[in-house]
């Protein structure tokens, strides 16, 4: 887990601004769940058998004695809060999204965190394929107006319960044969979630092989991807169809998607993806109720786009620097400050430091501006105000300050 500073905040607060204002420009609105959630919940959302529940949770007994989990996803969470708060009940969908830190106890590397923050975005309560493309094309908007240009999207349907199982027979039995060929991980895959063979991290070049899943589609899933296609291409949203497109979780149904971008090594650096999920609530244990979404990562975004040249400037500590020449002024730095703030972010230096020292420090601190005075000056309400780039200095009265600074 890491800490993130102050200049790198500039873009974090520019990535999730942005969010909100693109989710709320869909009609989508914030919701915030706790950050554990009870450990069978997520079990059964992310399914026993995936990678995220065997080996990536943090999973931990609290002081009750209750299992309990720092989330990995928002999907889980989101749906029961759909529920447990009434949404059910109310207009259909639910739109809803989370800006929120997730956990996976992964080993950390570049762009892989213990603890990493996600874009999360859900439309429950409808099983309109039309919504799959709209909440694309909210990813997709964001990913826009971010500035990436290398973001590819992989589009895929993984069937339903109709046609899916007879596809999974296919796909063991043209694995079962090389069985004794595949990794031990992968073995295990093949007998207890062989669609996730096709995201298989050590294949040696079976996959291409494998039965595809658009061989398969019954006639429904078949007219809904058909109608995802459609509606993207009407949004002038480009794809490109990946049969090899799985996603690791269990509850999946229909379309799958992927982000990916031209700096990161393909599927399992992924910006993001999502995907519809109608199979998720009653699996939870609630009422079956169709959805669908997507989990943006904001870390390995930010990344590429910084990668792709982008400089996003990050707040300076203030602005205007209050610089006392003598001490006993605090009363007056303050009351000065004050003024400023009126017009652009102000703080002191109540340094017993020189005033040279305290001029040196404000002028590697990013600040614009420098307000000095004296005990005299202070009797006299005025400051002198300082360009700290072009060195211009001039005396302001305490009242003209926020004026002046404004010209
Ligand atoms: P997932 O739920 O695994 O599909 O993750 C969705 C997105 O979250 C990924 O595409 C990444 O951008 C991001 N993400 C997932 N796991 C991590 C991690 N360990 N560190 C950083 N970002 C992550």
Redesign the pocket.
């Known amino acids: 887990m890491r800490d993130i500073l102050p200049g790198e905040m500039g873009a974090w607060y520019f990535a999730e601004g942005l969010a909100r204002e693109v989710a709320n420009r869909f009609g989508y609105q914030e919701i915030r769940t706790p950050v554990a959630e009870h450990a069978e919940l997520v079990e059964r959302g992310a399914g026993e058998s995936s990678d995220i529940v065997r080996k990536e949770m943090y999973r931990f007994q609290d002081l009750g004695e209750r299992w309990l989990v720092l989330r990995p996803?928002g999907t889980a969470a989101a749906v029961r809060a759909y529920f447990e708060s009434g949404l059910d009940r109310g207009p259909q969908p639910a739109r809803l999204f989370m800006l929120a830190p997730?956990f996976?106890y992964?080993r950390p590397g570049k762009?892989?965190?213990?603890q990493?923050q996600?874009f999360s975005l859900e439309a429950i309560g409808d099983g309109s394929p039309a919504l799959d493309a709209e909440v694309i094309e909210v990813a997709h908007t964001w990913f826009a107006e971010l500035g990436l240009r290398q973001v590819t999207l992989n589009l895929n349907s993984i069937g339903d319960e109709t046609c899916r199982p007879a596809y999974r027979d296919a796909l063991v039995a043209y694995y079962r044969p090389l069985k004794e060929r595949l990794s031990a991980d992968d073995q295990r895959r093949l007998e207890q979630n062989p669609l996730r063979l096709l995201d298989s991290k050590d294949d040696e070049g079976f996959k291409a092989g494998a039965p595809k899943i658009a061989d398969f589609l019954c006639d429904d899933c078949r007219e809904a991807f058909g109608q995802v296609c459609g509606l993207l291409e009407a949004a002038g949203i480009e794809y490109q169809l990946n049969p090899l497109l799985v996603r690791?979780l269990d509850y999946y149904t229909r379309t799958t998607f992927e982000f990916w971008h031209g700096a990161l090594g393909g599927a399992q650096n992924?910006?993001?993806?999502g995907g519809r999920y109608d199979g998720l609530a009653a699996a939870l244990g609630f009422t079956a109720t169709p959805g669908v979404g997507f989990?943006?990562?904001i870390?390995?975004?930010l990344e590429m786009v910084s990668e792709e040249g982008e400089e996003i400037v990050s707040p300076p500590a203030a602005e205007l620097l209050v610089l006392p020449a003598e001490a006993g002024l605090e009363r007056a730095a303050a009351a000065v400050a004050r003024r400023a703030r009126e017009l652009v972010p102000a703080a002191v230096d109540y340094s017993t430091r020189s005033l040279r020292a305290k001029m040196r420090s404000a002028g590697g601190s990013g600040a614009r501006w420098a307000a000095i005075f004296n005990g005299a000056e202070a009797d006299r309400r005025v400051v002198q105000l300082r360009d700290l780039a072009s060195g211009e200095q001039r005396e302001v009265a305490w009242d003209d300050l926020a004026r002046t600074l404004g010209e």
Request: no cysteine; aromatic share 4%.
């Open positions: 996803e997730m996976r992964d762009g892989r965190y213990r990493h996600q690791g992924a910006l993001g993806g989990g943006l990562g870390d390995r975004t």
